[in-house]
């Protein structure tokens, strides 16, 4: 099983919504990653977790708050957006650290009104 | 900070070779991937380049110069379903944590 999963595929929210997106692998993988892809752009490395402790945040703003609950689950929770945040998140996992590649997920559009 | 530059656009040719170049200068590279990226999907891994020199996979190959903060994609006998987006991303800041994505090559194949 290569395969990260994420859900939902789309999501729709207000300003003022609380909301949580949902990454899994089940490849063993100790490597978890968050990135925001905006159209035409390269996706932009949000957070890293390292065997499920938080090892890296790009200076992300507070309204995202990452989670990893496990070793094969990572979330993001999301809370007072705005609309500039609207774009294509993709979650990834690399078996330990960023010198093994990367399986992206599906991402999730994430559009907020 | 780190500084990755691809070309923005390509267009080749069904049957031809094209070369995609990344320059990069970032503080403490590790090493260099490339990832193909078709709309509206997520990024597949391609390939890994740690030490100098060529690495050659099927009708792919890269190449990373590290004194010359450089590596370029080659892609061989071009099939329509290579029209994609080629990303250059680099590993770096010692601890192998820190991936930073290039601006990306649109490449389209016309036939």
């Known amino acids: 099983d290569t395969e990260v999963t994420q859900t939902p595929k789309h999501l729709v929210m207000g300003m003022t919504n609380k909301k949580s997106l949902k990454c899994e692998q089940h490849m063993g993988h100790r490597a978890m990653y968050w990135y925001k892809q905006k159209a035409k752009k390269p996706p932009e490395l949000m957070f890293v977790?390292?065997?499920?402790?938080?090892?890296i945040n790009e200076s992300v703003p507070s309204r995202f708050s990452p989670e990893c609950p496990n070793s094969s689950l990572l979330n993001l929770h999301l809370h007072a957006l705005q609309p500039e945040d609207s774009a294509l998140y993709l979650c990834?996992?690399?078996?330990?650290?960023?010198?093994?590649?990367?399986?992206f997920g599906p991402g999730t559009r994430l559009t907020v009104t | 900070g780190q500084n990755i530059d691809q070309p923005t656009e390509m267009t080749a040719t069904e049957g031809a070779i094209v070369q995609i170049n990344c320059t990069y200068q970032t503080s403490g590279f590790n090493g260099l991937f490339w990832y193909q990226q078709h709309a509206g999907e997520a990024p597949t891994f391609l390939s890994y380049?740690?030490?100098?020199g060529l690495e050659e996979k099927g009708r792919f190959s890269s190449f990373l110069s590290r004194s010359k903060g450089y590596s370029y994609l080659l892609l061989k006998e071009l099939q329509m379903k290579d029209s994609a987006s080629y990303l250059c991303?680099?590993?770096?800041?010692?601890?192998?944590?820190?991936?930073?994505f290039g601006t990306g090559t649109k490449l389209q194949v016309i036939p």
């Open positions: 380049n740690v030490l100098d």
């Open positions: 990834a996992s690399s078996l330990q650290d960023g010198s093994y590649e990367q399986y």
């Open positions: 991303a680099v590993t770096h800041s010692g601890g192998y944590q820190k991936v930073t």
């Open positions: 977790y390292s065997y499920e402790k938080l090892s």
